[in-house]
């Protein structure tokens, strides 16, 4: 990956046509989580510093960080989006969503248990139906987890898309990462 060649876009809606809506930014610099283990997937956080300055209006807005770090309950619906590989395979052409159940910890540690371990900063989730399985997919990690109106999480990975057994993984906002991102912030 080519840092210099990347772009952020924002007010998209179709990830491949321009529209009027978008506002397209360089990276100017980026922030990984100094935690951040690739083996075991804990603290996978990064924010980005953009070359400009958003302009908030209709298509762009700011998710504001939770106001609380409590541990979202199991059971609790969820919304996730992106432009990731849908059931076709491929990326989608279109931003999707979908309703997602936060699944128990220790459900969730069972099925990954020869993969990685799942600790207290990730969440788990499942499709909302049983016979429907929604997931996100390759190309819709880093986005936002909302759970019960809040910004809760940020796609991290899983073990293949959609599958019935295999629950997605989540980087939990927790109170430590919250700290970090303000840090972060006031300092640059």
């Not at 930014?25 to 996978?44: G, H, L």
Request: charged share 25%; hydrophobic share 30%.
């Amino acid at each position: 990956l080519d840092k210099s060649e990347v772009r952020v876009v924002l007010g998209a809606h179709q990830a491949s046509r321009a529209e009027k809506e978008q506002q397209i930014f360089k990276v100017m610099q980026y922030f990984p989580n100094p935690q951040f283990d690739r083996s075991s997937r804990e603290n996978d956080i990064m924010l980005l510093k953009l070359h400009g300055t958003a302009k908030l209006n209709k298509y762009v807005q700011l998710l504001p960080l939770p106001d609380s770090c409590e541990d979202i309950k199991p059971g609790t619906m969820c919304k996730v989006a992106g432009w990731g590989v849908t059931s076709s395979g491929k990326p989608s052409k279109y931003l999707q969503q979908t309703t997602l159940k936060i699944v128990d910890r220790k459900s969730c540690e069972s099925n990954f248990r020869n993969y990685t371990k799942i600790t207290s900063n990730m969440l788990c989730t499942a499709g909302k139906y049983k016979f429907l399985k929604r997931d996100a997919c390759q190309g819709d990690s880093g986005g936002p987890l909302i759970c019960a109106g809040q910004y809760s999480g940020i796609v991290a990975f899983g073990k293949g898309c959609g599958r019935r057994d295999m629950p997605g993984v989540y980087t939990r906002l927790t109170e430590k990462y919250i700290d970090w991102i303000k840090k972060i912030i006031a300092l640059h």
